[in-house]
C-alpha cells in the first residue's frame, strides 16, 4: 500500500474504533486480549492503555526490553498530542519530508513510530491511547487496531491494513 493508502484506511480506522463507554473494565477486556493475542504468537511486546494520564493497564511479555517503556510513552504522547494514531503521525511526517522536531517536537519525548491509538468515545473525544511495542511499527499498530476491531465487535478485514 501507498501512503496515501495507508492513511486513507487509518482515518477509516480511527473513524470506526470509538467506543460508546470505556471504564477500567473496559480497559483490563482490551488489555487482556492484546495479551492473549500476543501471547498465543510469541511477540515479545510491551502493552500499555491510559486513561487520562493514568496508567490503568500495563504488561510486558516475554521477549520484550526495558525500552519498550519508553518507546511506549513517546508513542502514546505522539497519540495524545494530535488525537491520531502514532502510525498516522509518523506516515504524515513522512510524506511531508519531515521529522518531529520540523514540527518544535523533542524526539526525547515523541517518537514517530506507530503502535499508538487514541482511545475515543462518542461524545467524549480521546480519553486515552492504547500502546503496543515491541515489534516493527506496522506491526505494532496492526496489533492494537485488531484487538480494538475485536473488542468493539467490528470485522477487522475491514479495517486493516495489508
Known amino acids: 500500500m501507498t501512503i496515501e493508502q495507508d492513511l486513507s484506511r487509518i482515518a477509516l480506522q480511527e473513524e470506526t474504533l470509538r467506543f460508546d463507554a470505556f471504564d477500567l473494565s473496559t480497559a483490563w477486556v482490551l488489555g487482556k486480549l492484546l495479551h492473549d493475542l500476543a501471547s498465543e504468537r510469541n511477540l515479545g511486546v510491551a502493552i500499555d492503555i491510559t486513561l487520562h494520564s493514568m496508567p490503568v493497564f500495563y504488561i510486558a511479555l ?3 526490553t526495558p525500552d519498550n517503556s519508553n518507546w511506549i510513552r513517546r508513542k502514546r504522547n505522539m497519540a495524545l498530542r494530535y488525537f491520531r494514531s502514532s502510525y498516522a503521525s509518523t506516515l504524515r511526517l513522512e510524506k511531508q519530508g519531515k521529522t518531529i ?6 524526539s526525547a519525548e515523541y517518537a514517530a513510530s506507530g503502535g499508538s491509538f487514541p482511545i475515543f468515545v462518542n461524545g467524549s473525544g480521546c480519553i486515552g491511547a ?3 511495542s515491541g ?6 499498530h ?3 487496531v485488531e484487538a480494538l476491531a475485536l473488542t468493539l465487535g467490528h ?3 475491514n479495517l486493516n491494513l495489508s
Do not use: I, Y
Open 155 to 157: 470485522e477487522l478485514h
Open 101 to 106: 522536531e520540523d514540527n518544535g517536537l523533542s
Open 135 to 140: 515489534l516493527p511499527q506496522r506491526e505494532d
Open 130 to 132: 492504547v500502546t503496543v
Open 142 to 144: 496492526n496489533l492494537v
Open 62 to 64: 516475554p521477549g520484550s
